[in-house]
């Protein structure tokens, strides 16, 4: 876990998130907002070594301000503890189920270790995708199922730490949009176009970096791959590629760059008496979600750079296996 530790920022730095939550039904059609709030998280560095993370919500109904209870800690991350971590991530303060995997750019996940699968569902799953440029802004995308493992919601949680409104638009300034893989001709056709020009073209060039970054678990084992031009990765094994989507799929297209993709449906538990085809749609309990996010910047020195980043995590078995965070970097 040492290297995951290292990786885990908020050791050395204090950091509030300005954070402006946004929940969609996402079984409806029209995909309507189930709620809207604004919040802090707040990242509070000790002694290099733990961190204090407490929440604090606004809410604009009868509730009002919320600093107190389940939702809001405070939680306490310390690498010296011997009971916060094991060979699967950082253990949850919140949720002893859930593991936490650290990339980048304050970037990673938030992951069920085991996914409740057979007459274990209830009460259902959740997991938390986090992308960062690695200075002020960060976003967040979650995505819960219901016992059945049918997916029902889907939040973005968009971050400054500045302030709110400084970078993000307006959570109601563009509709959420839904392609479901496999649906009508007109749908798949911009599905593909979606995904296919998600990942900048250039290939070799100096102006332009690519870095993927893997977490393998048990271990937690890291490995990152550094190159030259969008040609240095295997864009083909990541899952925001027209080629990866499955027949239970769905993406999400959200406001300022973000696309989203995860099953509709979970595997369910592999039975005896299921026929040789839906036991081949189980897929073994494997499955995997993803985020990814555009963004253009303008630097001090007025050069323009386009950053484009994913992060997924993967399940085999019903159980996690890899979170993969991958970015490329143009310049000019």
């Known amino acids: 876990m040492e ?5 885990w920022p908020y050791f050395k730095e204090s950091i509030k998130w300005h954070s402006d939550w946004t929940r969609w039904n996402s079984f409806d059609d ?20 733990y961190t204090m993370h407490r929440n604090t919500y606004f809410y604009e109904d009868k509730r009002g301000t919320v600093d107190e209870g389940p939702l809001s ?26 593991r936490t995997i650290t990339a980048p750019d304050r970037s990673g996940a938030w992951l069920m270790k085991e996914l409740p699968h057979g007459d274990n569902r209830f009460p259902g799953s959740g997991f938390e995708l986090f992308l960062g440029d690695g200075e002020n ?27 709110f409104g400084l970078f993000w638009s307006p959570h109601d300034s563009q509709p959420l949009r839904k392609y479901k893989h496999g649906g009508d001709d007109d749908d798949d056709e911009q599905l593909t176009t979606l995904l296919t020009n998600f990942w900048p073209t250039t290939t070799t060039s100096a102006n332009s970096s690519a870095t993927s970054f893997k977490v393998t678990v048990p271990g937690p084992v890291q490995t990152i791959t550094e190159g030259v031009g969008i040609d240095s990765i295997d864009l083909e094994s990541l899952k925001i590629h027209p080629k990866k989507l ?36 189980n897929n073994g309990g494997e499955f995997v979600i993803a985020a990814g996010w555009k963004k253009k910047q303008n630097g001090d020195d007025g050069e323009s750079s386009s950053w484009t980043s994913s992060v997924e995590g993967r399940y085999k078995h019903f159980v996690m296996s890899e979170l993969v965070y991958t970015k490329v970097v143009t310049s000019g």
């Not at 189930?34 to 560095?45: I, M």
């Open 3 to 7: 290297e995951q530790w290292n990786l």
């Open 30 to 49: 029209d995909l309507s907002v189930k709620e809207h709030f604004k919040a802090y998280r707040h990242f509070t560095a000790h002694d290099d070594h």
């Open 73 to 98: 800690g405070p939680w306490k991350i310390d690498k010296h503890d011997p009971k916060a971590s094991d060979p699967y991530g950082a253990i949850h303060a919140a949720a002893d189920i859930m």
């Open 137 to 163: 802004i960060r976003f967040s995308i979650g995505i819960i199922y219901d016992a059945a493992g049918q997916l029902t919601t889907v939040a973005a949680i968009r971050e400054d730490s500045r302030d």
């Open 246 to 281: 499955q027949e239970h799929d769905v993406v999400f297209e959200m406001p300022d760059g973000i696309v989203v993709i995860c099953p509709s449906q979970l595997p369910e538990e592999e039975s005896e008496s299921k026929s040789e085809s839906e036991s081949s749609d």
